[in-house]
């Protein structure tokens, strides 16, 4: 008997050294969305020491070398959580969404607390011009160039490390309140026009210009109020009287940026567009899977939410980068998906991205490429798509 249990043993221990799977401490969501810390199962790496699977290796800034298991806690935190939610949002584009494009992507390198501006032909600008924070981007691969030594690269997900922005700095541009709760309802009612990143960054141009730089805030401005809203209680991610943002432990910005690699097979990764920004809000999203998270899209949308007291009238300013309101498509895009319905609005959403490129206009290609698809997908194809017009109507589309 004895003996018999000191197998199991050893068989179970064999089996931990062995796999290909490593239990690591990540933060996650619980079931009223706060932010824990948890211990979850990594799986498929390809490695029994290190952050390096068949589809992610994660690496602390320009370094090529996964991450190991032996790194400061801070660091793994970031990987383990990077890595486990990077996980999930793939599992989602292939087997929620069928993606045969996700399916078959080579291995994407992740990046955490990297400074570096990126740079299209070098891949890295210089270490000293213009070092970011708190914010998350996905580039695009590159060809590398040979005299300065550059190799090509793939796509890459890039996680800023987080920098403390202390609210006090705003005043006297500003009344906040004295909160960021404060400043983001602010925006949500006044500043329809831009997004949150161009709005702070703007508010501190003046008397702290030098700073201006510095701090990029993450692009996403509806789901990092949603966020926001619903993080109090995450110290570690967010605090009152401060603004500080460690990308790589929020997992919906981790699937906002997967979901820019998931898309690109049509939507290019070299800038930000409306539609691009609201489809990657939308899948991140999805891929949360949170009652909670959809409840408050559905209050807080700029589009039609019952708690947002201006809501959004579709303008042709919209169509521009610069006064882009990636927001109002996101807003559009959730109210589509319910029309389409719960069980289909994936791959649904996914056969609209394919049909689009990243210069398309909302009023024109999106909403085309959603009546398009509605045609073959849709269950109640002439009912649903009465719907769609209803709706685009209603926003002046
Ligand atoms: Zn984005």
């Not at 024109?364 to 009546?371: G, H, K």
Request: proline letters at 2%.
């Amino acid at each position: 008997m004895k003996i018999r249990f000191l197998l199991i043993c050893l068989f179970m221990l064999s089996n931990s050294i062995f796999a290909e799977e490593a239990k690591r401490f990540a933060i996650v969501r619980d079931s009223d969305f706060n932010a824990v810390k948890k211990e979850v199962l990594l799986t498929d790496l390809i490695s029994k020491h290190s952050y390096e699977g068949k589809y992610f290796k994660i690496v602390n800034g320009k370094s090529n070398i996964a991450i190991s298991f032996n790194d400061n806690d801070d660091l793994q935190l970031k990987a383990a959580t990077s890595y486990f939610h990077l996980s999930k949002a793939r599992s989602f584009f292939v087997n929620s969404a069928k993606s045969q494009y996700v399916e078959e992507l080579p291995q994407v390198i992740i990046r955490l607390d990297i400074k570096n501006v990126f740079n299209e032909v070098g891949h890295f600008a210089n270490d000293n011009l213009n070092p970011q924070f708190n914010n998350a981007l996905t580039v695009p691969e590159g060809a590398g160039y040979e005299p300065k030594e550059i190799s090509p690269w793939g796509k890459e997900i890039w996680f800023r490390p987080s920098k403390v922005i202390n609210l006090k700095d705003f005043k006297g541009q500003v009344d906040f309140g004295g909160s960021l709760k404060g400043s983001l309802r602010l925006f949500r009612n006044q500043t329809h026009m831009v997004n949150l990143q161009n709005f702070i960054t703007s508010l501190l141009q003046g008397p702290l210009n030098s700073q201006s730089n510095l701090i990029r805030l993450v692009e996403n401005s509806v789901l990092i109020e949603l966020i926001y809203q619903t993080s109090d209680k995450a110290a570690a991610v967010f605090n009152r009287k401060i603004y500080r943002l460690d990308s790589a432990l929020v997992p919906e910005i981790i699937y906002h940026e997967f979901s820019h690699v998931a898309l690109s097979k049509s939507l290019e990764l070299t800038h930000s567009t409306p539609v691009n920004e609201g489809l990657a809000d939308f899948f991140a999203g999805k891929i949360s899977n949170s009652k909670k998270l959809a409840t408050n899209i559905k209050e807080y949308n700029l589009f039609n939410g019952k708690q947002v007291q201006k809501k959004q009238q579709y303008q042709l300013l919209f169509e521009s980068g610069d006064f882009a309101n990636s927001d109002f498509v996101f807003g559009l895009l959730w109210n589509i998906g319910l029309v389409v319905g719960n069980d289909l609005e994936t791959q649904f959403m996914l056969n609209v991205a394919d049909k689009l490129n990243t210069n398309v206009s909302i009023r024109d290609d999106l909403l085309n490429a959603t009546l398009n698809t509605c045609k073959t997908l849709c269950k109640a194809s002439l009912n649903d798509r009465i719907k769609l017009y209803e709706l685009f109507q209603s926003k002046n589309l």
